[in-house]
């Protein structure tokens, strides 16, 4: 299995379905409406999906399920040969922004990557997410949570949601705040948004990555600024295709970007409800761009230089991507 790296996955996003229904099981929650006759998540939009995507995460309420959790997930995500995973970890679910409460989610997210770390050679590093439709008060919480737990494992800090509520300069705040903190930034845009929303994140949060950014290719001058800036984007085709923006992948602009000189990078977002993982990205983009191991193994070398760990940490993961 190729080595993989990926920079883009929500972990509650990640949980996979079967796992929610035994946390509903066991605390008695009827949660049933949000699976389909075979068990999998059911939407039938991206708003719907935000909706499903919470009643899920409301099984999650301790520090235990969130351990159990983080080691279902870096188990599908070492399964795919992913060797380093830089995850999104919500404040909003974890404790609701209670910088105590938080703090003991954390310590238990963070045992169990210590423990996959050990048996399933994978490396997680955290990304404080806020969420974009809880609004800019909330995020302000989120990134106090964030700043008191900066360091070499929480790395970076960003934001979620609904990208058609509020404004990027909203947020400013809270990404100074970040920033002050020392962690590295990225936002979500140009998913639903268009090439506006792209400019808006990158001039008012001065983020080094996006989440997405996809529709950038609506304006040809904003993938070359793109290009030229050297920011990079968190790509998740399945993700992108699953929610109706593009048809197929073969119609998804990745290429297109990657050939206008933009640093792409490859993600799964939240496997389960895309249906996908790591291993079916590769293989999609393989069958729809003919990529070979060699153009894989480049996209893994800007994935690693944009990712937000320390360089000695960098260094080894290198090393596993040479082997
Ligand atoms: N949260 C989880 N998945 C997301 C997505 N694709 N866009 C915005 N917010 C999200
Ligand atoms: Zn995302």
Request: hydrophobic share 40%; proline share 4%; aromatic share 10%.
């Amino acid at each position: 299995m190729t080595p993989k790296i990926e920079l883009h996955l929500h972990l509650e996003g990640a949980a996979p379905p079967a796992f929610i229904r035994g946390l509903a099981r066991e605390k008695s929650m009827d949660i049933s409406g949000i699976f389909d006759a075979e068990g999998n998540y059911k939407y039938k939009d991206f708003w719907d999906f935000l909706k499903v995507y919470e009643a899920a995460t409301s099984t999650l309420t301790t520090p235990e399920d969130y351990a159990r959790l983080t080691l279902a997930v870096l188990e599908e995500s070492a399964a795919s040969g992913v060797v380093y995973s830089e995850t999104f970890l919500s404040p909003d679910f974890c404790g609701g922004r209670d910088k105590g409460a938080w703090k003991e989610y954390l310590l238990a997210i963070r045992e169990a990557a210590d423990q996959a770390e050990r048996t399933m050679g994978i490396t997680l590093r955290g990304i404080i997410t806020c969420i974009r439709h809880f609004g800019p008060e909330k995020a302000r919480e989120t990134a106090l949570c964030a700043a008191e737990t900066a360091g070499e494992w929480i790395v970076g800090f960003g934001i979620a949601g609904d990208e058609k509520i509020a404004q990027p300069k909203d947020f400013r705040w809270s990404f100074d705040c970040a920033r002050e903190a020392g962690l590295r930034l990225t936002a979500h845009a140009g998913e639903w948004g268009g090439p506006e929303s792209v400019r808006a994140a990158i001039k008012d949060l001065e983020v080094e990555r996006i989440g997405h950014g996809v529709r950038a290719i609506e304006d040809l001058a904003l993938v070359d600024e793109i290009a030229e800036r050297g920011i990079v984007l968190e790509v998740c085709p399945g993700s992108n295709v699953a929610l109706g923006i593009y048809p197929g992948f073969r119609k998804h602009p990745i290429s297109q970007l990657y050939e206008r000189g933009v640093k792409v990078t490859v993600s799964t977002d939240d496997p389960p409800f895309f249906h996908t993982t790591m291993a079916r990205e590769f293989e999609m983009l393989h069958r729809a761009f003919d990529w070979d191991d060699a153009f894989f193994a480049a996209l893994n070398k800007t994935a690693l230089d944009a990712a937000f760990c320390d360089t000695d940490t960098g260094a080894r993961i290198a090393k596993l991507l040479e082997a």
